[in-house]
């Protein structure tokens, strides 16, 4: 990862907590800026397409932490049904602390002007699991595997969002049924 993904990074988790309280806006990015020692020209050189790129790149940040502690595990020793569920259950441990921005994330992707968007990053997502886990499918499957998987992550979502199970115990109960 180079320097550029670095900060990047660095400015998306300074930012998180003011996302939490104020949503994907300029303001709460240029207060992650300025918890970082910099100015919102932070905002404009690494993030030009403004709140939209930073919340997609929290998406895409979710994906790589995902996929690096899958890539650590034992995936061969699982059933490939074993191995999504895990995926998923990763992808939400690992945004945990981050349940409110997920939260500000739905919101701010569900307006009319960034739906393309929102869904975008849904297949990303989806998309990132399937190939971290192993599928290499290229027929009709492929598309039918992530429209399935699709809607099973967004109903989890909406599912652990509002789980206040301990260690998220009925969201997992849910992803498995």
């Not at 919102?40 to 919340?55: C, H, M, N, S, T």
């Not at 595990?73 to 441990?93: C, T």
Request: hydrophobic residues 45%; glycine residues 6%; aromatic residues 14%.
């Amino acid at each position: 990862m180079n320097n550029r993904s670095k900060f990047r990074d660095r400015l998306l988790l300074a930012s998180l907590a003011h996302v939490a309280e104020n949503g994907w806006v300029e303001s709460a990015f240029t207060a992650g800026a300025v918890k970082l020692g910099g100015e919102k020209v932070l905002i404009q050189r690494f993030f030009p397409g403004g709140p939209r790129e930073l919340a997609i790149h929290f998406s895409d940040w979710a994906d790589r932490r995902m996929e690096k502690t899958l890539l650590q595990e034992d995936l061969g020793a699982l059933k490939l049904r074993k191995r999504v569920l895990l995926a998923m259950r990763v992808r939400f441990q690992g945004l945990a602390q981050y349940r409110d921005a997920v939260r500000s994330s739905i919101s701010f992707f569900m307006l009319p002007q960034n739906a393309f968007f929102g869904i975008s990053c849904m297949f990303t997502t989806v998309d990132k699991i399937w190939y971290t886990v192993g599928d290499e499918s290229t027929d009709f499957s492929y598309y039918t595997k992530r429209a399935i998987l699709a809607g099973l992550a967004s109903a989890a979502t909406l599912y652990w969002l509002n789980d206040r199970s301990d260690g998220f115990k009925d969201t997992w109960n849910f992803i498995d049924r």
